[in-house]
C-alpha cells in the first residue's frame, strides 16, 4: 500500500489550503482513511476521519467547523480543506489507512492506522 500527500505549504493566517492523498494498492473503498498531524515537540494526533463510502466523519475539536474531509473511490484519494486556518495549525499533515476494513466508528488511534504517507507540511503565518 502507497499513500501520497500533498497540497501542503506556507499560508497567512485565516487562508486555506486544500491537502490531497493518492492511494494504491489496496481496495481503497473497502476502507477508513484519516488525516493527522504532528507539530513540533507534539505527538501525532487525528484531525479528521473519514468511513470507506464517506458517509460519517469524525473532526478533532480544534478543527471543527473550519476543516472538511471527503473521499473520491473512483480516484483513490482523500481530501482535508482547511479553511480559516491559525498559525496552531501549524504541522506536519499525514494520511493514513485504517488497518481493519470498514471499522465503524472511525478509529482516532495513531495503532489503529497501518500505512502511512510521507507527510506534508503546512505553516501559517501570523
Known amino acids: 500500500v502507497q499513500l501520497q500527500a500533498s497540497g501542503g505549504g506556507l499560508v497567512q493566517a485565516g487562508g486555506s489550503l486544500r491537502l490531497s492523498c493518492a492511494a494504491s494498492?489496496?481496495?481503497?473503498?473497502?476502507?477508513?482513511m484519516g488525516w493527522f498531524r504532528q507539530a513540533p515537540g507534539k505527538e501525532r494526533a487525528l484531525v479528521a476521519a473519514i468511513t470507506w463510502g464517506g458517509a460519517t466523519t469524525f473532526y478533532a475539536d480544534s478543527v471543527k467547523g473550519r476543516f472538511t474531509i471527503s473521499r473520491d473511490n473512483a480516484k483513490n484519494r482523500v481530501y482535508l480543506q482547511m479553511n480559516s486556518l491559525k498559525p496552531e495549525d501549524t504541522a506536519v499533515y499525514y494520511c493514513?489507512?485504517?488497518?481493519?476494513?470498514?471499522?465503524?466508528?472511525?478509529?482516532?488511534?495513531?495503532?489503529?492506522?497501518?500505512?502511512w504517507g510521507q507527510g506534508t507540511l503546512v505553516t501559517v503565518s501570523s
Open positions: 493514513a489507512t485504517d488497518i481493519e476494513p470498514r471499522r465503524l466508528p472511525p478509529a482516532r488511534r495513531t495503532d489503529d492506522y497501518d500505512y
Open positions: 494498492g489496496r481496495t481503497f473503498s473497502n476502507y477508513n
